[in-house]
């Protein structure tokens, strides 16, 4: 592989090294759910997720941006968090993370990006489109949300499959802040 | 209250709220007793929303209540009735008033500190009184239930008194508030 390396380089082709990955900061970053329950907003929290962002703004169709979320560390209160951890919803037992993986990031103009990409949730997995902008102040802080149906993934089966109390759309808010500048692909 | 001639009984609107308003309390008393165990289901979500409904009903008619009482004149007590019984009922409605009003705040309070937005009716939202705080809101729980027992003991002295009155005093107390007992 080396040897390759050395003679691509040897030859002048265009040599494409992997960006560094950039820092995240958990502290100020979060990830949130919201849904709706009898039309009142209920927003919970995921206390525990690891993100890798390899993010380069000027060229982000070869970023790469992996998050996965400890459906464990879901948080609201005590009693909606044994609920929500339990079987019916996340089962967190069986499915103890939810996977965000990119295929493909694109600009969509005025500082906004949308990542394309596999979304997995208790073994359920589907294609979703995730829009967010990046502001480079401070290392650079990812911010966006997407809706998700949480039926498609058999979040709250059984009695809570009706979606008069709990509605079926859910809002995936994220903020994730890194304390290292995007790395410039040479 | 300015003096103003006497009424011998309230007001059709006056009798109206009170019985509307009682029969509102008591459901949403019920419901807040009877859900707060239950275990996490659907139903419960929605026994939760109906109580915060009727909560904020009884705060809307408590306060077009008072209203109303601030600008008619209730019908005097009785003549002869001990001057301690007239301050002792003076002070129950008064502590009645406040706790119609503090009650359903106090529900709004510890449902904003517990990061539950009231929406009326599931389509009006409440603005959101208190940041999300667990602590602050299991505090205003507390005080929302204690309210609550205090309102009940005062419903039931309220309720005695006026019994008392129609049954032993043989006055029109309770007949003012329920006219088609008919005149004695």
């Known amino acids: ?186 | 209250m300015p003096a103003s001639p006497s009424v011998s009984s309230y007001t059709k609107a006056a009798i109206t709220l009170h019985w509307l308003m009682f029969a509102l309390i008591a459901c949403g008393f019920a419901l807040g007793q009877y859900m707060a165990d239950l275990p996490l289901s659907p139903m419960k979500l929605r026994y939760f929303s109906w109580h915060k409904w009727l909560g904020v009903t009884i705060f809307m008619l408590a306060v077009m209540r008072i209203a109303w009482r601030a600008t008619h004149p209730a019908p005097l007590p009785p003549a002869g009735t001990p001057a301690w019984q007239n301050a002792a009922a003076g002070a129950i409605h008064i502590l009645l008033y406040l706790l119609i009003i503090a009650i359903p705040l106090s529900g709004w309070l510890h449902s904003s500190a517990a990061g539950v937005q009231t929406v009326y009716l599931g389509l009006l939202p409440l603005p959101d009184l208190l940041p999300k705080n667990k602590p602050l809101s299991e505090f205003l729980g507390e005080v929302h239930e204690i309210l609550n027992d205090g309102l009940a003991v005062l419903v039931a002295v309220h309720a005695a008194a006026a019994l008392k009155h129609h049954f032993v005093n043989r006055d029109d107390i309770l007949r003012r508030m329920l006219p088609f007992l008919g005149p004695r």
């Not at chain 1, 502290?27 to 993100?51: H, L, N, W, Y």
């Not at chain 1, 979703?128 to 401070?138: D, I, S």
């Not at chain 1, 809706?147 to 498609?152: G, M, W």
């Open chain 1, 1 to 186: 592989m080396m040897r390759w390396l050395i003679l691509a380089v040897a030859a002048g082709l265009p040599v494409v090294t992997a960006a560094t990955e950039q820092n995240v900061v958990y502290d100020k970053s979060r990830i949130t759910c919201a849904s709706r329950q009898m039309g009142v907003p209920v927003e919970a929290d995921f206390r525990q997720f690891t993100a890798r962002i390899d993010f380069d703004p000027g060229r982000p169709d070869g970023s790469r941006i992996s998050i996965a979320i400890n459906t464990a560390s879901f948080e609201f209160d005590p009693e909606v968090d044994d609920e929500v951890r339990g079987r019916l919803w996340l089962n967190a037992h069986d499915f103890p993370q939810a996977r965000f993986i990119s295929s493909s990031v694109r600009a969509i103009g005025n500082g906004r990006y949308e990542a394309r990409g596999t979304l997995e949730i208790k073994g359920a997995r589907s294609e979703v489109t995730v829009p967010f902008t990046y502001q480079p102040a401070a290392g650079g802080v990812f911010e966006g949300v997407f809706v998700i149906s949480r039926l498609h993934y058999n979040i709250g089966e059984g009695k809570w499959r009706d979606t008069d109390t709990v509605g079926d759309d859910v809002q995936i808010k994220f903020r994730i802040v890194t304390d290292s500048p995007a790395a410039k692909r040479k």
